[in-house]
Every structure is written in structure tokens, then in C-alpha cells.
């Protein structure tokens, strides 16, 4: 959700409804919330019926079936599926599509399916979306601005090893299955400046506050997860004042000149040093970060960069990629939290150790892992952090002593993931629950 909002904060569960008050204030942060409260309780609700996955007897869709097309491929079926509540729909006119054609792809290139015995499955999420992936959200009555945004229900179709016994849909060990596809989630906090020393409540450390002059929505996200192949190779994470919403169109390369469209303005445009990311719709379905480069000077709709700082190859034609963009991050190279390939080196940390500035007083730090264990980072996992001038701190939840920051995992990126098949070596199974439509003739 990298839109242009205040904050994201949700409300308690047991809050049923947002209530506007005459005279009073509107901000965007509650009719987002109340947006929240309702979807959050429609799909508690779907769940809470249909179980944590299953479809419409009458409309059972995505059904896997193993083919060979000169490849090992899958033909999925039409229909619609529901997982942890959210409805997922392959639509009627993508029917027997194939498994490395689907319309969110699961990689960057076609993917290879795993040698049987495997399991296929639904892995659901939600994205954010702006007029920069669908411009359809402008009003050209109004001259076409940038209003409101939209979220967007993402449907994948998965494949992995799954090394039990041949599993049957109603004794499929969906909780332990479930688990090791999210692995062992990371955990951050985030504070305002080192806790002071003196513990009189009179005295206010000046070097514990947050010292921002504007309200802003901190995003803490993770860019690269390290591969032990590759030489190198670091968990890094890149972070914005401003929720990663400042982006524009990418419309063409030159050389080391990017040809942008939709800079709004200098404070949400871009400048010499920012550090920006090249990236486009595939990239981001595949959970893939796109390449950064640092910028050496801006002149109008052209970004120039240092060539010398690119982190992987540059689209020479980005209009040939779905919705191409250029976003900035909003890291810069410190003693205390120096760059790796235009990132910040993720490091871990218990107590006053790990702590990683940020800016204007505000510091995170990511729990180490239990000995011998280690934390699941996946790229594009996220944390927000709202900074508010007025109160001069951030917004974070607390421990019960009211002061001590908590660790929390990561805000999103969620996935909710269900089994479709059961692929052994010449013979599948179908693991999908189905459900009866509750309304029926009354018999007289």
C-alpha cells in the first residue's frame, strides 16, 4: 500500500463502525478505516461460514490439472475460490488457461514446475494500485488529477515440493503447510531517538524526539534477501518519508537519462542523490525488486543518473513493459547505516544493539532471530511508521509498561495461501473443499 496516506493504522477488532462527527475534521485515515472495518468484517464472515478455503459447488474454480504442451504445464479451470475469505475468480474466458500464462505471474521469466511429487496452490494477496498501473482512475472531467486509489485482489497459482504422504482433501495438514510457506516471520520495532538516561519525567531528552517539521508516513521495506550462492549478497532495506508513494511514469531511456511523466512537484518529485528504483507490474506480481540507480541531477521530465550505480540491468524500452516506473526511496549513505548497492544493510539486533537511524530521530531495529534460527525476509514485506510534529514522536504500539516500543511483524505484504492439487508421479489429487448455496425453494 504505498499510496500518499497519513497513516495505517487499523482499528481494534472489536470496533464495528467509523462515525462522523458534524463539524468536525475529515481526514482520509478514517474513511479508510471504515473501508477496512467493513471488508475485514465481510471476509471474517465468508470464512467464518466457508471454512479458511473453498468455492461454489455450482461455479468450483481453479482446478489444476497436469498437461504436457512441450512442457510441463498446468490447465486451470474457471471458476471462483475463496481463501481465509477473500474471493478469487479466474473469469469464464481465461478457462483451461495454462499455468505459465497466467495473468499475475509468479516470476519475472516462465517458470519450471518442480519434479512430483508437489503440490499446486492458491497463494492470494492484495496490491496497491494508482494511476500509474491503471489510468482509468482519473477523472478526465476534472482534468484527469491523481484522486483516489484502488486495492487490487492479486491471484496466483503456485507450485512446491511437498514431501508427506500422498495427502487426501479432508485430512490435508493445511495449519502445518500453511507454516512453512510463511516461514518465521521478522520482527521490528521503532523508537524516537535512544530512551534517556535521566528518569525525570520533567526533563525531556532533546535527542528523543522526533524532529521532523512535517507530518509524514515512514515506510520501512525489505529490497534484497540474501542468497549464500552469490557472492556479496546482503538482506538489505530501502525506506521512504513518504509511504514509497512518489513515483513516476517511465517513459524512455537515453543513455543514462530516464524520460519520466507525472512529476507532481520539487517536494514530490525528485532530486540529485535520491536513490530510485525501476520497476513495472511483472516485477512486482514476482516479488522481485527492480534495479536502483542513483540520481546525479534532475532537468525537468529527465532524471539523470550515475551509470556506475546501477544495481542490474536498465530497460532500454520501458514503454514495453506493463506500467514501467521510476520510484523514489529516500535512503542516503550514513556512518550509522551505510548503503550496500543503494540499500540499507539489514542488520539484527535484542536490547540498545541493531538499532538503525533513519531520520529526525527516528530509529528501528529488527529482533534477532532465536540462536541457532533465523527469520523469513521475502522482498516487498513492509513496516509503516506514522511521525507527527505535534506530539514530536511517532505512533507505534507499546509494551505494557506503556514505554518500551513492541516488536511487530510485518505490516504486509499478506498472503493466504490454499492447496488446488495433489501432483504425484503420473496421478494428481484434487485438495479443493466446495460448499452448497444455502438458499433453497420453499417446499408447501
Known sequence: MRG???????????????????????????????????IGAQRTLAADLIGPHGGPENNLGFGAEPISNG??????????????????????????????????????????????????????????????????IREVAL??????????????????????????CGDFPLDEWRAGLRGNPPLLRARTGPPPKDEDPCLAAPDARYR??????YRVEVASVKDEAVKGSVTSFVWSRENGSV???????????????????????????????????????????????KLTGVDGNLLIFDPTSKTGEIETDPASRPHAKVRRWDQRERKAAPLVRGAVELVEGIGDNGWIPLEN??????????????????????????ARVATGDIIWPRDADGVTASFVPPHGVEHHYAPLTWVGEGTSRNLRQQFEQAARCHVT
Open 4 to 38: 500518499d496516506f497519513s497513516r495505517l493504522t487499523p482499528d481494534p477488532a472489536d470496533y464495528s463502525l467509523v462515525l462522523l462527527q458534524q463539524g468536525r475534521v475529515l481526514v482520509e485515515s478514517d474513511w479508510n478505516t471504515a473501508m477496512a472495518t467493513l
Open 71 to 136: 512442457r510441463s504445464d498446468l490447465e486451470l479451470r474457471a471458476g471462483v475460490y475463496y481463501v481465509d475469505g477473500i474471493r478469487a475468480e479466474l473469469p469464464l474466458e481465461l478457462d483451461e488457461l495454462h499455468w505459465s500464462e497466467q495473468p499475475y505471474p509468479v516470476a519475472e521469466e516462465t517458470p519450471e514446475l518442480p519434479k512430483p511429487p508437489y503440490v499446486v496452490y492458491l497463494d492470494v494477496w492484495e496490491r496497491h494500485v494508482s494511476t500509474l498501473e491503471d489510468d482509468r
Open 143 to 168: 482534468g484527469g488529477p491523481d484522486t483516489a486509489s484502488r486495492r487490487q485482489v492479486i491471484w496466483q497459482v503456485r507450485a512446491a515440493e511437498y514431501a508427506g504422504e500422498e495427502p487426501s
Open 212 to 217: 521532523g517539521v512535517e507530518n509524514q508516513l
Open 247 to 293: 513515483a513516476a511514469a517511465w517513459t524512455g531511456t537515453i543513455g543514462n537519462r530516464l524520460h519520466v511523466a507525472g512529476i507532481k512537484d520539487v517536494k514530490r518529485g525528485f532530486a540529485a542523490g535520491d536513490w530510485v528504483e525501476l520497476t513495472w507490474d511483472t516485477l512486482e506480481y514476482a516479488g522481485v525488486a527492480g534495479t536502483r540507480v
Open 361 to 386: 530521530g527516528i530509529e528501528i531495529q529488527f529482533l534477532a532471530a532465536d540462536p541457532g534460527g533465523t527469520h523469513t525476509y521475502r522482498v516487498g514485506d513492509y513496516w509503516t511508521i506514522p
